[in-house]
T-cell receptor, first 114, second 115 residues
Framework: DQQVKQNSPSLSVQEGRISILNCDYTNSMFDYFLWYKKYPAEGPTFLISISSIKDKNEDGRFTVFLNKSAKHLSLHIVPSQPGDSAVYFCAARESGGGADGLTFGKGTHLIIQP | EPEVTQTPSHQVTQMGQEVILRCVPISNHLYFYWYRQILGQKVEFLVSFYNNEISEKSEIFDDQFSVERPDGSNFTLKIRSTKLEDSAMYFC?????????????FGEGSRLTVL
């Protein structure tokens, strides 16, 4: 039962262009969403988050968009840089009396080509 | 910058043995977590811990697993009688905020290999 889905296992983008990573969710109790970046042999590193009361959150080159009606969020990275090559995980958390833990997607491997 | 540290970075054990994975969360954080990632699969929630007790656990976290905060700084995951399928990367995480706000900070992980 995949409550958080990242349907693209990998994405290749040229340096300097925009990278768009997508994430869909099925659990309507999720109300807080996060993106994590992971390099090989390291733990996930927090990138950016968004609460369900917002539809956009921006931090430097990273912007997360949330479409609640479509249960879809996306992470935009612009401009993409070689150091952005990593696996990106979408994660979500339930509100109120729901689970403490984050539910992760399977990840998208972003490859930035020079 | 404060960080979550985990030891050992890699442990190899025989099936049936007990393993303890150790974590030092960020010092002023109040919420602690264990996650695991089996090779090629997604990161899975195991357990969360707050105020010296488990606050949530997943179906994966059965009687084979236990967590403890033996002192003011360490947070441990014990796996009794390890099985081949316990081979995975185990990540500890901590957060300072409550369940619905704030991000989790992850350690670099402990790789467990069960032979």
């Amino acid at each position: 039962d995949q409550q958080v889905k990242q349907n693209s296992p990998s994405l290749s983008v040229q340096e300097g262009r925009i990278s768009i990573l997508n994430c869909d969710y099925t659990n309507s109790m999720f109300d807080y969403f996060l993106w994590y970046k992971k390099y090989p042999a390291e733990g996930p590193t927090f990138l950016i988050s968004i609460s369900s009361i917002k539809d956009k959150n921006e931090d430097g080159r990273f912007t997360v968009f949330l479409n609640k009606s479509a249960k879809h969020l996306s992470l935009h990275i612009v401009p993409s840089q070689p150091g952005d090559s990593a696996v990106y995980f979408c994660a979500a958390r339930e509100s109120g009396g729901g689970a403490d833990g984050l539910t992760f997607g399977k990840g998208t491997h972003l490859i930035i080509q020079p | 910058e404060p960080e979550v540290t985990q030891t050992p970075s890699h442990q190899v054990t025989q099936m049936g043995q007990e393993v303890i994975l150790r974590c030092v969360p960020i010092s002023n954080h109040l919420y602690f977590y264990w996650y695991r990632q089996i090779l090629g699969q997604k990161v899975e929630f195991l357990v969360s811990f707050y105020n010296n007790e488990i606050s949530e656990k997943s179906e994966i976290f059965d009687d084979q697993f236990s967590v403890e905060r033996p002192d003011g700084s360490n947070f441990t995951l014990k796996i009794r009688s390890t099985k081949l399928e316990d081979s995975a990367m185990y990540f500890c995480a901590s957060s300072g905020a409550g369940r619905n706000t704030g991000e989790l900070f992850f350690g670099e992980g402990s790789r467990l290999t069960v032979l």
